[in-house]
């Protein structure tokens, strides 16, 4: 093991004993299965270092740059675990069709492979290939296991769902039509992508064993294992009901059906659809990008990922216990400015009082 992780393993234990861990595990793992609502309501605060979905780090940078971030947020008792997250590149699944990465700066996309309904059908067998990104993406698993010899869980890889990697190897435009006009060719694309997702799946959940984290609600969050599965739908933002529920719903079953449930994401204001998604087979929660908690109360019994600015969280953990939700909440905006390895006993001060608060609102 090299020395610079070594030394920041060590740290690490020192910030996150086990009790800590435990306590936090504990309080996650009750809103996905016991429900006690004696027991406070988890919460983690937004990374204050880490670019975890938009940057892509040299694989030896980011293995360093996610242990930092354990550390410097760690003299905070939230609710975060300390684990890995290999990052989300938009090219994952497309490149496993045979789509051409394309490198924008710091994040990557793919080239389209379908130019009309017929090519639907052409499509090849997905599959991992070697160098390509998902690949690249396992292998960086590995090394997080490796380099710190399993020290550290390691959550899954943001791969994105079905509907908008069809978009991406298509166009949303010709994809949104053509499910219009020919839904069960758009079915079976929808099915060919749920196929590679399970097998993409599979990969990192055999290789990482005990340590594999199965979920990307965020890339710094927690879930049990046996947990089912996450997926990213931000395209419902723009569909209706009917078609959510006929087009969307579909793919996210066969996925829920093979590993035992399934937590659904989009960004946006998809209020509109949530009755729709709320019928999806074995719909364990819903990670809301911008929703508030207030705005998802017809959810019921679905657990709820949510973000939350600083200025409404005390409010919305109140609500949130008051209405007896199960729910897992985010707070951005929670650090101050500036390098974290220049905070000083102010900063450090202003967190913790902030922490108080919202503790206290939490119920703990």
Not at 302 to 322: G, K, W, Y
Request: glycine share 8%; charged share 25%; proline share 7%.
């Amino acid at each position: 093991m090299r020395a610079e992780i070594r030394e920041r393993l060590k740290r690490i234990a020192d910030l996150y004993p086990p009790e800590r861990v435990e306590k936090s595990r504990r309080r996650i793992d009750n809103i996905w299965k016991d429900r006690d609502p004696s027991l406070p309501l988890p919460f983690h605060y937004g990374p204050c270092h880490l670019d975890y979905y938009d940057r892509i780090y040299r694989d030896d940078e980011r293995i360093i740059v996610a242990l930092d971030e354990m550390i410097y947020r760690g003299f905070v008792d939230d609710d975060y675990i300390p684990g890995f997250f290999p990052g989300c590149h938009q090219g994952t699944i497309p490149e496993m069709f045979g789509a051409h990465e394309e490198v924008l700066g710091d994040v990557t996309a793919s080239a389209p492979l379908i130019f009309s309904p017929e090519d639907i059908d052409k499509l090849p067998e997905p599959e991992i290939r070697p160098g390509g990104i998902a690949d690249r993406l396992l292998a960086l698993q590995r090394r997080f296991v490796e380099e710190t010899e399993g020290a550290i869980p390691v959550n899954v890889m943001d791969m994105q769902g079905p509907a908008e990697v069809c978009a991406k190897l298509w166009s949303y435009e010709e994809f949104f039509v053509a499910a219009c006009t020919e839904p069960e060719l758009c079915l079976r694309f929808m099915n060919k992508i749920a196929a590679a997702f399970i097998m993409l799946w599979e990969a990192q959940r055999r290789q990482l064993g005990e340590l594999f984290v199965p979920t990307h609600l965020w890339g710094w969050s927690y879930a049990p294992s046996g947990n089912g599965a996450t997926l990213s739908q931000d395209g419902i933002v723009m569909v209706s009901p009917q078609f959510c529920e006929e087009i969307y719903n579909p793919s996210a079953e066969l996925i829920s059906d093979r590993f035992g449930g399934i937590t659904v994401h989009s960004c946006g204001d998809f209020r509109h659809v949530l009755s729709a998604l709320l019928k999806t087979r074995g719909l364990r929660g819903i990670h809301a990008g911008q929703l508030a908690i207030t705005e998802l109360r017809e959810a019921g019994s679905v657990t709820l990922i949510a973000n939350f600015p600083l200025e409404r969280i005390e409010a919305d953990l109140r609500f949130a216990r008051r209405e007896g939700l199960s729910c897992l909440l985010n707070v951005s905006g929670f650090w101050p400015g500036g390098e974290p390895a220049q905070w000083g006993a102010e900063q450090h001060k202003q967190c913790l009082e902030r922490h108080r608060r919202i503790a206290a609102a939490a119920g703990r």
